[in-house]
C-alpha cells in the first residue's frame, strides 16, 4: 500500500466515523440546556466530514505537491475524531434526568457573566472538575450523587472559576506573576552564600515559587465559589474536602512540589478567613474548629515545609482580590446568603443553596424528605422552561 491509498484509507475512514457521530448525536434525545453543546458539537463533525471529502477530492488528482497539506490535514482529522469519540459526545450520549439539578446550575453561572453567556457547556460523571475548553465547550465533571444534591451544588461555581480564568488568562496571569515574584522575595535570605548549599536553596525556593502558580489558581477558584454561593459554598467545600484521612491535612514536602491543590486544610483556612471577612465570622469559626478537632484527634499539626508561612496569607489575599476584581464573578446578595426562603427568588439558585444548608443543619434526619419535596417541585416548574422533556430538537 502506497501514501495514496494509506491516506486515502483514513479520510475513508474518518468520512464514515464523523457520520457515526452525527447520526448519534442527533439521534439521542437531551435536555433543551444541552441544545447548544449539541449543536457546537455536531457543526465541528459537520466540518470535519467536509475536510474528508475535501482531502478525497484531492487524493483522486494524486498530485505529489500537495502531500504534506493532505497528511497535516489528515493527522488534525484524527486526533480531532478521537477527542470528540473519547471525551466530547460522552455528555450527551449518556445523558441522564440526574443531570438536570447540576445543568441548571451550569448554565445558570454561565448566563451571569458577560464573557461566558453565549459559551455552551455540558456535563459528564467523574470527580469534581471541568475541561475548560471556552473555544468550543467547558465539560463540567460531578460525581453522581453531588449531581442530585442541593448541598453540593455549589461546587460547581469553583469549577467555573477555572473557565474565568482561561476566558481572562493574560491578565490573571500577570496577577499570579506578581504574587510569585512577592513570594520569592519573601524566601530570600538576608545574606546568601556563594557556595553549593547556597545552590540547594535556590532550588528549593524556585520549587516553591512554580508550585504557587498552581496553588493561586486553586484558590482563586475557591474564591470565586464563595464570591457566587456565599455560606452555601463553605459549607459545601468543607464538607466534600473532610475525608478525615491524613492527606487531608498533611503532605510530605516532596509532594507537595508536584501537587495541583494545596493541603485542603490550608484552603479551608484561607477560605474561613475570606468569609470572614465577607462578614461570616461565626461559620468560619466553626468549620475551622471542626477540621481542627479531626486534626486533634488525628494528633496532626500544621506543617507545610516552606511552601506556606503565615506571613504569607495577607500578600496572597491581597493577589486574590485582584484577581476577583479583574474576572468579575457574580457575587451573592445578603439576601440570598440569609438562607431563609427561596420561592420567591426567580432565576438564581444561590438562596435554594444557601436554603438548603440552613434546613440540613437544622435537621439531619429530615433534610432528605425536605430535599426529595424540592426537587419534585422543580422538576415540575422547571420543565417545561429549563428541563424540558427529553426531546429531539
Not at 475513508?12 to 452525527?22: D, F, G, P, S
Not at 465539560?139 to 476566558?167: A, N, R
Not at 471577612?277 to 481542627?292: C, K, M, P, T, Y
Request: glycine letters at 6%.
Amino acid at each position: 500500500m502506497n501514501m495514496w491509498s494509506i491516506l486515502r484509507a483514513h479520510n475513508q475512514a474518518a468520512l464514515e466515523n464523523t457520520q457515526k457521530l452525527v447520526q448519534s448525536l442527533t439521534g439521542t434525545q437531551v435536555f433543551s440546556e444541552l441544545h447548544p453543546y449539541r449543536e457546537r458539537i455536531v457543526s465541528i463533525c459537520l466540518h470535519l466530514r467536509t475536510m474528508a471529502e475535501k482531502n478525497l477530492e484531492d487524493l483522486a488528482q494524486e498530485r505529489e505537491v500537495i502531500v504534506e497539506d493532505i497528511l497535516s490535514s489528515t493527522q488534525q482529522l484524527i486526533r480531532t475524531i478521537r477527542l470528540l469519540s473519547a471525551r466530547m459526545v460522552a455528555p450527551i450520549l449518556r445523558v441522564s434526568t440526574s443531570d438536570r439539578l447540576s445543568l441548571w446550575t451550569i448554565m445558570w453561572v454561565h448566563r451571569e457573566h458577560p464573557r461566558t453567556g453565549t459559551v455552551p457547556a455540558c456535563l459528564t460523571s467523574g470527580d469534581c472538575s471541568v475541561w475548560p475548553f471556552v473555544h468550543i465547550a467547558p465539560i463540567y465533571y460531578f460525581p453522581f450523587l453531588e449531581q442530585q444534591s442541593l448541598l453540593y451544588q455549589p461546587l460547581i461555581f469553583h469549577e467555573f472559576g477555572h473557565v474565568l480564568y482561561v476566558v481572562h488568562g493574560p491578565e490573571l496571569d500577570a496577577l499570579v506573576g506578581d504574587l510569585q515574584g512577592e513570594i520569592e522575595d519573601a524566601l530570600v535570605p538576608p545574606s546568601q552564600r556563594n557556595d553549593r548549599y547556597s545552590d540547594t536553596q535556590a532550588l528549593r525556593r524556585q520549587t516553591i515559587v512554580d508550585t504557587w502558580y498552581r496553588w493561586t489558581q486553586e484558590l482563586f477558584c475557591d474564591a470565586v465559589g464563595l464570591t457566587i454561593g456565599g455560606p452555601a459554598y463553605l459549607h459545601a467545600f468543607s464538607s466534600y474536602l473532610a475525608t478525615m484521612e491524613r492527606g487531608a491535612f498533611f503532605r510530605d514536602a516532596s509532594d507537595l512540589g508536584a501537587s495541583d491543590p494545596p493541603v485542603p486544610w490550608l484552603r479551608i483556612h484561607l477560605l474561613a478567613e475570606r468569609a470572614s471577612r465577607l462578614g461570616f465570622e461565626s461559620l468560619a469559626d466553626e468549620v475551622i474548629s471542626e477540621w481542627n478537632q479531626v486534626a486533634d484527634a488525628m494528633k496532626v499539626r500544621q506543617d507545610y515545609h516552606g511552601f506556606y508561612d503565615p506571613s504569607l496569607e495577607e500578600k496572597v489575599a491581597r493577589a486574590i482580590d485582584d484577581m476577583l476584581i479583574e474576572a468579575g464573578p457574580r457575587k451573592f446578595t445578603e439576601t440570598e446568603a440569609m438562607g431563609l426562603g427561596w420561592e420567591s427568588w426567580g432565576d438564581s439558585p444561590v438562596p435554594l443553596f444557601n436554603n438548603a444548608w440552613t434546613m440540613f443543619k437544622k435537621s439531619v434526619t429530615e433534610f432528605g424528605q425536605w430535599e426529595e419535596e424540592v426537587l419534585r417541585s422543580l422538576g415540575v416548574s422547571y420543565a417545561a422552561e429549563r428541563a424540558s422533556s427529553l426531546d429531539h430538537s
